[in-house]
């Protein structure tokens, strides 16, 4: 039997709805009303002669036949954006924006301050950044890149590792001078900001075994660090992450630089591979290594010229 033509509304509407469970939520990402993606819904289930969604209150759900139709439509859709571009560079035609997705902490802390230096140098490539903890699926929600952290690799998509950061422990300049020379032990009965797990880790790395119990836990490093330059604590923190902060004097290093014995949870650029030759994604990836790198020089510096606080003896240390 002949699979029937679908009109090709009726697929950006079941689209739509499949990705968001939602008819509403569909209609506005479509910008049509409710009612037509309901009645685009009915018409594509009557000519298939089958349901595709389950109701479940306002919410609409994939049933079996709709998770394979889904399937086929998104590989059509992924090939229709490739044909596009090919026929866009074809025609001499250059991407001019990119999509980006990233960690919220690391656009706030490190990206952000620098985006001025990025259009500075490409202001004829817009960017448009999507600051979440959801981890994206790149081709189907029409994303260009990624600033991943972790091990890596990501199925179907092609990984560059961009920087690996020590952990820091980390404080106000206030809250750091009372710390002057004081030995490392006196660091765990001081408000500690950050994952217990890994202030145990710390600690344990220092030699020092110590149960962690902190005032306060966060699932975003950027808070963390704002309630860190605020006084509330010491916080445990990715170095590249507080590197403005540490180099203008809102942070200060209260402890050697010291890796966790776990492996180091990278940060990654990943991206699809239909877009490895794209020029705007390549200027981008270059640009981000080269300032990942001053970053990287600029706190190495930092480290090697000045000195800190406490040692495990009480002794000051090279660094911040």
């Known amino acids: ?112 301050p620098r985006l001025g230096r990025w259009h500075a140098c490409h202001p004829e490539v817009a960017l448009e950044i999507d600051a979440t903890q959801r981890l994206v699926d790149l081709e189907r929600e029409g994303f260009d890149l990624a600033l991943r952290q972790g091990q890596g690799p990501w199925p179907g998509l092609v990984s560059e590792p961009l920087f690996e950061s020590n952990l820091l422990p980390v404080a106000s300049p206030a809250l750091a001078h009372q710390l002057i020379g004081q030995p490392l032990a006196d660091l765990a009965l001081q408000p500690l900001l950050g994952d217990p797990n890994q202030w145990s880790a710390w600690f344990e790395q220092s030699g020092l075994n110590r149960q962690i119990v902190p005032v306060a836990t966060f699932n975003d490093a950027g808070l963390l660090l704002q309630a860190t330059e605020q006084g509330m604590g010491i916080g445990l923190t990715r170095e590249l992450l507080a590197a403005d902060a540490l180099l203008d004097g809102r942070l200060v290093r209260v402890a050697p630089r010291q890796r966790l014995l776990m492996e180091p949870q990278r940060y990654h650029v990943v991206y699809p591979p239909a877009l490895k030759d794209s020029p705007a994604l390549t200027a981008f990836i270059d640009w981000l290594h080269a300032e990942t790198a001053q970053s990287r020089a600029a706190l190495d510096g930092a480290f090697t010229c000045l000195s800190g606080p406490v040692t495990p003896g009480g002794a000051p240390l090279p660094g911040l």
């Not at 859709?77 to 924006?97: F, I, K, M, N, P």
């Open 1 to 112: 039997m002949r699979a029937p033509r679908l009109p090709l509304q009726y697929l950006a509407a079941f689209r739509a709805a499949a990705l968001t469970e939602n008819l509403r939520a569909a209609a506005d990402q479509l910008s049509v009303t409710h009612s037509a993606v309901s009645q685009q819904i009915r018409a594509l289930e009557a000519q298939l002669g089958f349901p595709v969604f389950d109701r479940q209150g306002r919410r609409v759900v994939l049933n079996a036949a709709g998770r394979a139709l889904l399937h086929g439509v998104e590989r059509a859709y992924q090939e229709l954006d490739q044909g596009l571009r090919t026929a866009a560079t074809a025609h001499g035609v250059e991407q001019r924006s990119l999509r980006i997705t990233a960690l919220p902490s690391f656009c706030q802390r490190w990206l952000l």
